[in-house]
Nanobody, 118 residues
Framework: QVQLVESGGGLVQAGGSLRLSCAAS????????LGWFRQTPGKEREFVAG????????GYADSVKGRFTISRDNAKKTLYLQMNSLKPEDTAVYYC???????????WGQGTQVTVSS
């Protein structure tokens, strides 16, 4: 079982950058597929970016392609999301998710708030 803790959120002006981190404890981090999701009040949680368990494959929502980069450091048990050219519509609570490859069980972090001012 893995526990996830996000950090790095905050308030930034449009056009700025932030890097989110998701630190894992417990479980075998290198065997999980990982992803970032975000949610705003009244809306469903949406996919932002994902990365495979060995980091060889990544995927992005169309809305963030070319601006966000997902990466992982299995030695540090940490997932990252580099967010550049931020827009006010990127404002949301960002969550990391780990999916166990064998059981497909999902683990979620508690979220970190990102606010982009115009």
């Amino acid at each position: 079982q893995v526990q996830l803790v996000e950090s790095g959120g905050g308030l930034v002006q449009a056009g700025g950058s932030l890097r989110l981190s998701c630190a894992a404890s417990g479980g075998t981090f290198s065997t999980y597929n990982l992803g970032w999701f975000r949610q705003t009040p009244g809306k469903e949680r949406e996919f932002v970016a994902g990365i495979s368990w060995i980091g060889s494959s990544t995927g992005y929502a169309d809305s963030v392609k070319g601006r966000f980069t997902i990466s992982r450091d299995n030695a540090k048990k940490t997932l990252y999301l580099q967010m550049n050219s931020l827009k006010p519509e990127d404002t949301a609570v960002y969550y990391c998710k780990a999916t166990e490859r064998s059981t497909k069980y999902d683990y979620w972090g508690q979220g970190t708030q990102v606010t982009v001012s115009s």
